[in-house]
């Protein structure tokens, strides 16, 4: 005061929102946002996680993130325009996202997806169409001659229905490594 300057001009006051996200542990905020829920965090979220984040503490904001409404809506979105080759509807949207919420497996919803008469109809409308759509689909790859008699036998038969053959697929070995290797790519850093 004797200078003529104000104390609280050299009282560190809170740290600002933009000084959050410029730090290494603000940046890994939003890149966790970003690849979980498609936005960066909001001013409020960073405040939110910021001193957890701190601490080491990350897994309780990719817990939170993951079982959010955002994420099942950006699973939800993702297996439309894969398996149906469209955009959500919203109505039909929301069902699945709140199935999603209310504990319904996304592997089930995936199963569902591909096995809908939405999908056997898109993939050409025939059990061959249906099968190799399939493994293009599902698996990333050309059917087998051995497994596409086998699947195509199934349906033909009525042995099993569109939902059977597509949990076969969707529920594989094969199919959740190459789902667990997407997801590890994308959440690369979280």
């Known amino acids: 005061n004797a200078l003529g300057l104000k104390s609280d001009w050299f009282t560190p006051g809170p740290v600002t929102d933009a000084s959050l ?3 290494a542990d603000g940046q890994w905020i939003d890149a966790a946002y970003t690849r ?31 079982t959010s409404a955002y994420f099942a809506g950006r699973m939800v ?11 959500a509807d919203a109505d039909g949207r929301a069902y699945w996202v709140t199935q999603l919420g209310k504990g319904t497996k996304l592997e089930l919803v995936g199963v569902l997806f591909y096995g809908s008469r939405e999908y056997y109809l898109r993939s050409g409308g025939t059990d061959t169409s249906f099968v190799t759509a399939l493994y293009q689909g599902i698996l990333g790859r050309a059917p087998d001659q051995g497994g596409l008699t086998y699947w195509v036998g199934l349906l033909g038969s009525g042995r099993a229905r569109l939902d059977d053959v597509a949990a076969g697929f969707y529920q594989s070995l094969e199919s959740r490594r190459a789902r667990a290797v997407v997801l590890h790519v994308e959440t690369r850093g979280v």
């Not at 979105?77 to 955009?87: E, I, K, M, N, S």
């Open 21 to 23: 996200r410029s730090t």
């Open 36 to 66: 979980l829920v498609g936005r960066v965090a909001t001013d409020a979220e960073q405040a939110k996680w910021y001193d957890g984040v701190r601490r080491g503490d990350r897994l309780s904001l990719t817990r939170q993130l993951v």
């Open 77 to 87: 979105d993702d297996l439309y325009q894969r398996a149906l080759g469209r955009p």
